[in-house]
Nanobody, 122 residues
């Protein structure tokens, strides 16, 4: 059974950091590009970052570039999102996703986690 399980969300103050994790199982993790998306109340789901199957290529939304870092550990079947200098506008549910082809579009992704809440207070 395919599973993506996010963890690491929580409540932090502006300027602080969080590290999200996404543990994968039930598919060939090393063959998939992995991504993070987020969705705030009343907003469309938006792209945050992706990483290629081997970790050699990454892409970030302009709103997070320079603050967030995506990484992966294929041996552990886990993808991470290090979030630094958090802002209130980063508040959202963060979702992990997997695709055979990396993309900024959510409809290209085959598997999704349940999401983890990140709340940044001012």
């Amino acid at each position: 059974q395919v599973q993506l399980v996010e963890s690491g969300g929580g409540l932090v103050q502006a300027g602080e950091s969080l590290r999200l994790s996404c543990a994968a199982s039930g598919f060939t993790f090393s063959a998939y590009a992995m991504a993070w998306f987020r969705q705030a109340p009343g907003k469309e789901r938006e792209f945050v970052a992706y990483i290629s199957w081997g970790g050699g290529s990454t892409n970030y939304a302009g709103s997070v570039k320079g603050r967030f870092t995506i990484s992966r550990d294929n041996a552990k079947k886990t993808v991470y999102l290090q979030m630094n200098s958090l802002k209130p506008e980063d508040t959202a549910v963060y979702y992990c996703a997997a695709s055979l082809s990396a993309s900024t579009y959510p409809n290209r992704y085959d598997y999704w986690g349940q999401g983890t809440q990140v709340t940044v207070s001012s």
